[in-house]
């Protein structure tokens, strides 16, 4: 850990835990105020963006007492977990990339779930066939070795300047205050609540008096404040080690279903050795030069860095700047269509598989792949690969084959501090909601990360990366980017949405650095998404626009996803600000919030808040 430079204030809230037993919906009056939720922050001081107003309010609060980015994005991060605990929190995992200002160096933290040690490659496979997807999520099979307090405790050690209880304290709060419902968590609630009826931890925590909370209703949670004080006073170990271990062990091997229940959960076979075995690992970032700035991302575990890497490379052999919309479209879904017949076909767990990270990253693979792409036409999905070992130009290597199948969810946050260092960190517990299945008594849900392995080979006879294996951690598309220009921190984003999440970086990123939006504008932008699929997806507000038709002309086809992503990020301005941007609209708009604010209409760059309507 760095020389402490803050001690963050303290509130009585082993008193508030200790007197809050019972879970109950309040009127919002008994709540506390709410901060005030803006998608743009720009200033001094540092800042912060999230979905969430609570959660941002905890990463300046950390800020403003003198900590740094590393500090405030696990206080953000531990908030996080109390107000969007269907996205994230201790019960999973995450990817953590990280600008030291001291070093200039950028390094990252893979906080990746793990299998089970016992668990083959049939993990998913029942009777010789794939379990039907919905069965997998809603079970104890699916639930990965959380990483999420590892890679808490192993960023505070590193470049930290306080330890965890200081970072978990005002997370801590708002679980023992609790926290005002709205619209989102109480459709995500009864999107759920079903399954989370099937297990009375779950239904007591989540559905007070057997309902999703009213909007506007306090949602308490002090099963969860208890269990952050522990960590906080106990350190990480107890998270890993001793009655939780044991707990978290306990509710996979035995999943606590309502006896009255008729649904099937099936247990895993997650152990106290996993959970003793875990560890967070520190990771080389993916890097790139585009346009002459350097681009840094998560490398394997996650396919985020290499893929979002590889498309900008192909789209680097286009001048998009001075395109059409329509091409700058175009070329957009096509590189990305290409970059993931690459994916599909190489990233998986580097432990376990030889993957050719450096290759699928070097302009010479990304011209040969570029050259399939035409201006007057669409290739037809599935793509297959390419060899980055052995690029030839417009040559495809293997079988095509399309991209599995992967959920929408989790969440993303960034931090920027006084000193100049950057966070940008997705954590997640997998579908929204994760597993379903709360540990009893310790307040958070566990993850069901382990569906993001392929059930069987995607395609038979075609080696397949990411099958499950001892010990191995699932492909993610989790892809926090930070870009520096001349050496110096210039732009950082990321977004949840599952696969939609490289997507997401990339038309933020070509949006910002080669069309010009402000940030803020790129973020709010309506999204398409290319996979290797035949159709795209593509939101209300993208398919209602102009560009459509004329990129159906090219070939182009749309099939409608109702929201993609919900990308956060910050950028440093010209004149040494900072600005925080969030969505204007999605996932009912984020929060971004700075210490020092300073202006909303500076310097060229700063936008007004865009108009999607997707
Ligand atoms: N499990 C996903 C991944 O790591 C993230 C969860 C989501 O956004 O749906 O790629």
């Given at each position: ?39 743009l ?37 531990a ?15 995450g ?27 049939k993990?998913?496979v ?9 069965d ?5 099979l ?12 192993n ?17 801590e ?10 619209q989102?968590?109480?459709?995500q609630?009864?999107d ?5 009826a ?63 229940s ?31 700035l ?8 996650s ?10 490379n ?21 590189a ?18 030889v ?15 570029a050259?399939?792409i ?35 969810n989790?969440t ?21 909601g ?76 070509t ?10 504008d790129?973020i ?5 998404s290319?996979r ?36 956060t ?46």
């Open positions: 850990m760095r020389t402490s430079r803050i001690s963050v204030g303290v509130c009585a809230v082993a008193a508030i835990v200790a007197a809050a037993s019972v879970l109950v919906a309040a009127p919002a009056a008994a709540a506390t105020e709410r901060p005030a939720k803006s998608p922050a720009v200033g001094y001081g540092g800042v912060v963006a999230s979905v969430d107003e609570d959660a941002s309010a905890a990463g300046v609060e950390v800020l403003r007492a003198g900590g740094n980015a590393v500090d405030a994005a696990v206080a953000v991060a908030a996080l977990g109390v107000t969007e605990p269907y996205s994230a929190g201790i019960g999973g995992g990817y953590f990339v990280y600008y030291d200002a001291r070093t200039h160096r950028v390094s990252t933290v893979d906080g990746r779930e793990t299998a089970p040690f016992t668990a083959s490659d993990l998913f029942e009777n010789g066939k794939p379990l039907p997807f919905p997998a999520v809603t079970s104890g699916s639930v990965g070795t959380p990483g999420t307090p590892a890679l808490w405790q960023v505070l050690d590193r470049w930290g300047s306080i330890g965890l209880a200081d970072a978990l304290r005002p997370a709060r708002v679980a023992a205050h609790g926290f005002v419902v709205d989102t968590f109480r459709q609630t009864a759920n609540a079903d399954r989370f099937a297990f009375p931890a779950t239904r007591d925590l989540f559905m007070p008096g057997g309902q999703p909370p009213a909007v506007g209703s306090v949602l308490r949670n002090p099963d969860l404040a208890r269990t952050y004080q522990m960590m906080g006073s106990q350190g990480v170990g107890a998270f890993y080690r001793g009655q939780l271990a044991s707990d978290i062990v306990d509710t996979v091997q035995h999943p606590p279903v309502d006896p009255a008729t649904r099937m959960v099936r247990p895993g076979k997650l152990s106290t050795t996993d959970l003793l075995a875990y560890h967070a690992v520190s990771r080389e970032p993916t890097q790139i030069s585009y346009r002459g350097d681009v840094y991302g998560m490398p394997p575990s396919s985020g860095g290499t893929t979002v890497g590889e498309a900008l192909i789209l680097e052999n286009t001048d998009l700047a001075h395109a059409s919309q329509t091409q700058y479209l175009h070329h957009y879904l096509e990305s269509r290409i970059a993931f017949a690459d994916r599909n076909r190489w990233v998986g767990d580097p432990a376990y598989n993957v050719p990270t450096r290759q699928l990253l070097s302009q010479r693979f990304a011209d040969s792949r050259c399939l035409s201006d007057s036409s669409t290739l037809t999905s599935p793509v297959a690969p390419g060899d980055p070992l052995r690029p030839r130009d417009c040559a495809s290597a293997g079988v095509a084959a399309p991209t599995p199948y992967e959920g929408q989790t993303n946050l960034t931090v920027a501090d006084k000193w100049g260092d950057i966070v940008e960190y997705t954590l997640t517990i997998e579908q929204t994760g597993s379903g299945i709360v540990v009893p008594g310790r307040g958070f849900l566990l993850n069901n990360e382990l569906t993001d392995f392929s059930f069987t080979p995607v395609t038979p006879g075609v080696p397949d990366p990411n099958l499950p294996g001892p010990g191995k951690r699932p492909r993610s598309s989790i892809s926090p980017t930070i870009v520096l220009r001349d050496g110096q921190p210039y732009l950082a984003v990321g977004s949840p949405g599952g696969a939609t999440i490289i997507t997401t970086v990339l038309q933020v990123l949006e910002r650095l080669d069309r010009g939006l402000p940030l803020v790129a709010a932008a309506p999204r398409a290319q290797n699929a035949t159709a795209s997806e593509a939101e209300p507000a993208f398919l209602a626009s102009p560009e459509r038709a004329r990129l159906e002309a090219l070939g182009q086809t749309f099939t409608l996803n109702p929201e993609i992503g919900a990308a990020g910050v950028e440093r301005l010209p004149d040494g600000r900072w600005l925080a941007a969030a969505e204007t609209v999605r996932r009912g708009g984020g929060s971004a919030m700075v210490v020092t604010p300073a202006g909303h209409t500076p310097v060229e760059g700063v936008p007004t808040v865009g108009s999607h309507s997707g």
